[in-house]
């Protein structure tokens, strides 16, 4: 089960605030995470038309796909943030929504 899988993770690392780390047993940098990202991207043989997708434009469709489903605050917390205001910085989808005619 998943949550197996994340409690053996804690348990390697005796963390209960990470699940994943780097080599030398700390949390990940967000350089490191965003570099990861794009080397796993360019190793699953997807394309795309255009730009791929960043790790932060996931993170922010998440953002925004969690907000309108379970509301700003458990956005928050699952983004990890601890002001509202970075929150809302992910949430804002830069006028690349659709327009309806």
Not at 8 to 31: D, T, W
Not at 36 to 41: D, L, M, P, W, Y
Not at 51 to 64: C, D, G, N, Y
Request: glycine content about 8%; proline content about 3%; hydrophobic content about 30%.
């Amino acid at each position: 089960s998943l949550e197996g899988v994340l409690n053996e993770c804690r348990q390697q690392i005796k963390s209960e605030n990470y699940v994943f780390v780097g080599r030398n047993k700390a949390c990940f940098s967000p350089l490191s995470l965003s570099i990861g990202f794009t080397n796993s991207r360019k190793k699953s043989g997807l394309t795309w038309q255009g730009t791929p997708p960043s790790f932060h434009e996931i993170r922010s469709l998440s953002a925004r796909l969690h907000s309108e489903a379970r509301g700003k605050d458990f956005a928050q917390k699952l983004l990890g943030h601890k002001s509202s205001a970075m929150t809302d910085k992910y949430r804002d989808s830069r006028g690349s929504e659709w327009d309806e005619i």
